[in-house]
């Protein structure tokens, strides 16, 4: 076979990942329920995305920086008090949040309402760490504020003390 033959013979494509409506692995993190619907398996470890959905009321993890990934946050419905250092914004749905490397940041739901989001996480590392924190919790082991830490630090991201 000549290597014009070779070249010309169709590839094998990769395969096409297809996450229903009541599928995705379910991660329930106190009143927060994350459904993952890419854990970057499929995408080589590039990207990874969930969708959240927050009560009413929920406080989210304390404010941090990560240092290998990019976060981004789209707001299906509700809203989402995302803090930034100092500043808060109110992202209401149809709301894209991207926070780079570095940059300090958390989130809440500060209504009567339930608030859902979808997460991308480029890289896929970030999916781990709720994979662990869940694990903490089953394991009938306090939420603590060193517990998070622990976790967040195995996946290069650290605790954002002050707001620079």
């Known amino acids: 076979m000549t290597e014009e033959a070779k070249t010309s013979e169709p590839q094998p494509r990769p395969a096409v990942s297809v996450i229903g409506p009541g599928d995705g692995e379910t991660i329930v993190l106190g009143p927060t329920r994350m459904r993952v619907l890419e854990d970057g398996s499929h995408t080589g470890h590039r990207l990874a995305i969930a969708e959240s959905v927050l009560a009413p009321h929920t406080q989210g993890p304390p404010q941090h920086r990560h240092a290998r990934h990019d976060e981004g946050f789209y707001v299906l419905s509700g809203t989402v008090r995302f803090t930034v250092g100092d500043e808060n914004y109110d992202a209401v ?25 979808l997460s991308t996480f480029t890289p896929d590392l970030y999916v781990q760490y709720f994979r662990d924190l869940q694990e903490v919790l089953a394991g009938g082991r306090p939420m603590t504020p060193q517990a998070n830490i622990d976790a967040m630090s195995r996946y290069a991201t650290e605790p954002a003390t002050d707001p620079a």
Request: aromatic share 4%.
């Open 93 to 117: 749905t149809g709301t894209l949040v991207m926070v780079p490397p570095g940059t300090p940041h958390t989130f809440a739901n500060p209504t009567d309402q339930p608030a859902v989001m």
